[in-house]
């Protein structure tokens, strides 16, 4: 069992930064997938950025060049620093663990979530 449990969130104005972390309780992978998502009221989840098990990072669309996602696996840490906030990226963000992968389309832990509001 992994237990991920994410802090970091809060309210910040339009354009501020914001620092996510989630500290993940044992790595049951050696490499893992590691993974931020977001899901805001009455839309899907969505992925924001991933790692695979080389190490790439991948990000969606809406966050590319804003956010930055980072894993210190000598503090079994993962962060999500986030610049330039815009109130779209208003959500409740999750951070996810999965199996080795290239891809990193399967995460089978899940975090509670750590919210976000940006204001205008």
């Known amino acids: 069992q992994v237990q991920l449990v994410e802090s970091g969130g809060g309210s910040v104005q339009a354009g501020g930064s914001l620092r996510l972390s989630c500290q993940v309780s044992?790595?049951?992978?050696?490499?893992?997938?590691l993974g931020w998502f977001r899901q805001a009221p009455g839309k899907e989840r969505e992925e924001v950025a991933t790692?695979?098990?080389?190490?790439?990072?991948t990000y969606g669309n809406s966050v590319k060049g804003r956010f930055t996602i980072s894993n210190d696996a000598a503090k079994n840490t993962l962060y999500l620093q986030m610049n330039s906030l815009e109130p779209e990226d208003t959500a409740m963000y999750y951070c996810?663990?999965?199996?080795?992968?290239?891809?990193?389309?399967?995460?089978?832990?899940w975090g509670q979530g750590t919210q976000v509001t940006v204001s205008s």
């Open positions: 996810a663990y999965g199996p080795e992968s290239y891809r990193c389309r399967d995460f089978n832990y």
């Open positions: 044992r790595y049951l992978y050696s490499r893992p997938c």
């Open positions: 790692i695979n098990n080389f190490g790439a990072p």
